[in-house]
């Protein structure tokens, strides 16, 4: 073939999908195909992609924008245990979350969200009949660890409250918020596992009870000593802490009964 | 680290892991198919996207795919011929009459980073052949697809698409001399 032509043809070949168009497209797919899976709920309606090709100016967009690896961080936010794209939501999203975790209070946050996103990772499995005995361990276990933290960090709040009381006068407040999102964390833990056993939902019961009595002893001492209300809050979100994470282990307890055995042991430790 | 220990998740890790290689290897050549069958770039990435949830689907009823390439072109020009019969728009045969030539939409150069004046000299000759002619090109020389695969593609015989390769050829270096 003439070199002229083959240079045409070389050219033709240089004819390729934008780099960040591929990228969101090559997400597209994904969960196009994921749609056509009876056991994914959030699948995408099957359109005339010919027709629709105003959304092609929405992946232009998106492209720009996010640059392909923004978007595929985005993507994941909504990827579950097992998808491709779950580590990249854990690993590298939710670094990034904690690195703009900047004050205490934030910080602190930061645990209690971290919990939820677990939990609510494990509430759509089990809505969809996938939570598997692994799965299930591993997700309840590391939401547990972030209550574990959650609690601890509130420690840490408290001591540093008592060390700046006489400069902060606004530290009651501070801790009752803490207060505050420890009892949203065990009523939409209740929420969630409303189906399950009836055990599970008296454990968070008593823990919501051990969070407003916490939150009673704040009202008690407002005004007058509030080093001991922070201390008496503390102590009882430390006895909600352990009482969401009996009922979390009392869920876990039907698949694998030597590892639980194994996992009270080490708690028994902690304790101690 | 999860683990999934069910036969069906298993299969459904494996079909993914298919079709993302098949969109990794192949989505620039199915762009390019499509890219020069239609008039413009969102058409072309919208036929994309269909072409791989129809890959999907083949994959998805346990059907295997032997040679990738052919199979991808295949459904491509099924999807090409589909969608045009769908939208009752000008059948392909009388688009091969040079009238196309006004609607082709040549491609940005500088997001394909091609050299504007080589992309322009390349294409405008190319985008004057007829449709067919340009895909058979476009197989032949750009996908580097052998005549017998092209033949099967196509549902035509050997001898057919040998002389009608031959013949596009000859009108695209006759256009390139006039030109050139």
């Known amino acids: 073939m003439d070199s002229e032509l083959k240079k045409i043809f070389g050219e033709i070949k240089k004819t390729r999908i934008d780099p960040a168009a591929k990228s969101v497209l090559r997400e597209k797919v994904l969960l196009s195909a994921r749609g056509y899976e009876p056991a994914y709920e959030e699948a995408t309606p099957k359109r005339s992609w010919f027709l629709a090709s105003h959304r092609i100016f929405a992946y232009v967009a998106v492209a720009v924008i996010f640059v392909g690896g923004v978007g595929i961080s985005y993507s994941a936010e909504t990827s579950l245990p097992g998808e491709a794209l779950y580590q990249v939501k854990v690993v590298l999203n939710e670094s990034v979350l904690r690195v703009f975790s900047v004050t205490q209070e934030s910080r602190i946050s930061f645990e209690a969200n971290m919990a939820d996103r677990r939990l609510s990772e494990a509430e759509v499995l089990l809505e969809k009949g996938e939570l598997s005995g692994d799965i299930k361990n591993n997700l309840l276990e590391q939401a547990l660890q972030r209550v574990d933290k959650f609690v601890t960090k509130t ?106 055995q194994k996992t009270g042991e080490k708690e028994g430790g902690d304790e101690n | ?145 052998p005549v017998k695969t092209i033949a099967e593609i196509w549902g035509e015989r050997e001898n057919t698409i040998s002389v009608k390769l031959s013949r596009a050829l000859s009108k695209l270096r006759k256009d390139f001399n006039k030109n050139g």
């Open chain 1, 155 to 260: 420690g840490d709040l408290n001591e540093k409250t008592v060390k700046e009381e006489e400069k902060e006068p606004s530290a009651e407040s501070v801790v009752g918020e803490v207060v505050i999102e420890s009892e949203v964390l065990a009523t939409t833990t209740e929420d969630r596992f409303e189906k399950e056993k009836k055990d599970i939902k008296e454990g968070l019961s008593e823990a919501r009870d051990r969070i407003e009595k916490a939150k009673s002893s704040l009202r008690v001492e407002r005004g007058q000593d509030v080093r001991k209300g922070v201390e008496r809050a503390v102590i009882n979100a430390n006895e909600a802490r352990t009482l969401i994470r009996g009922a979390m282990e009392d869920r876990r307890g039907e698949n694998n009964k030597s590892e639980e």
């Open chain 2, 1 to 145: 680290m999860f683990y999934t220990s069910n036969y069906t998740e298993l299969a459904h890790k494996h079909a993914e892991e298919l079709l993302l290689r098949i969109y990794d290897e192949h989505s620039d050549a199915l762009y390019r198919f499509f890219y020069f069958r239609v008039s413009d770039k969102e058409q072309a990435l919208d036929l994309v996207q269909e072409a791989m949830m129809r890959i999907w689907n083949h994959i998805r009823s346990g059907g295997g795919i032997d040679r990738t390439k052919a199979f991808i072109f295949t459904v491509a020009r099924r999807l090409v011929i589909d969608e045009w019969r769908k939208k009752k728009a000008v059948p392909i045969s009388s688009l091969e009459d040079g009238d196309e030539e006004t609607q082709f939409d040549v491609a940005d150069p500088s997001a394909d980073f091609v050299n504007e004046l080589d992309y322009k000299l390349a294409v405008d000759d190319f985008k004057k052949l007829p449709e067919d002619d340009r895909e058979l090109l476009l197989l032949r020389f750009v996908e580097d697809l």
